[in-house]
C-alpha cells in the first residue's frame, strides 16, 4: 500500500483473497499514518484511500456479519465471489453464503458475477 505500486501501475487490478485478510479493517489506520507519519507520504501522492479504493477481496470469511462489514466498507462492486475449492476450507455454498446477507439484491448481483462478467466481458 505504502510502496506506491498502484499508484505507479493505475491499470493494475489486484484482487485479495480471504476478504483481503488485516486490510479493510485497519484502514483507518493507514489513513490516519498517512496524515501524521512523514514516511508514509514518500512513495504516495495522494492518500492510502485512493489505492485501496481500487482493489478488490473475495467473500472467503466464513462470517456473515464480517462480510457485511467488508461490503459496505469496499463497495459491492469491489467483492468477488470466492469458493476456496476444492480445499477443505473451501465454501462449497458460497453462492448461498452470499445470498443469505442483508445486503440490496443489486449489490448481491454484483457480488455472484455482475462485476466481474463486466470486467471479463461475459454477459449473464
Excluded at 87 to 99: S, T
Excluded at 102 to 114: E, N, Q, T, V, W
Amino acid at each position: 500500500m505504502f510502496g506506491g505500486v498502484l499508484e505507479r501501475h493505475p491499470g493494475l487490478k489486484v484482487c485479495l483473497s480471504h476478504g483481503g485478510g488485516f486490510l479493510p479493517y485497519q484502514a483507518g489506520r493507514f489513513r490516519h499514518g498517512f496524515e501524521v507519519r512523514a514516511e508514509a507520504k514518500v512513495n504516495l501522492l495522494h492518500g492510502p484511500q485512493e489505492s485501496m479504493g481500487r482493489l478488490f477481496y473475495d467473500t472467503i470469511l466464513h462470517d456473515k456479519r464480517t462480510l457485511e462489514f467488508l461490503i459496505s466498507s469496499a463497495g459491492p462492486q469491489h467483492v468477488l465471489l470466492g469458493s476456496d475449492y476444492p480445499f477443505d476450507m473451501g465454501n462449497l455454498d458460497c453462492v448461498a453464503r452470499v445470498e443469505a446477507l442483508d445486503i440490496p439484491a443489486k449489490d448481491r448481483d454484483l457480488i455472484l458475477g455482475g462485476y466481474a462478467g463486466a470486467v471479463l466481458g461475459v454477459s449473464g
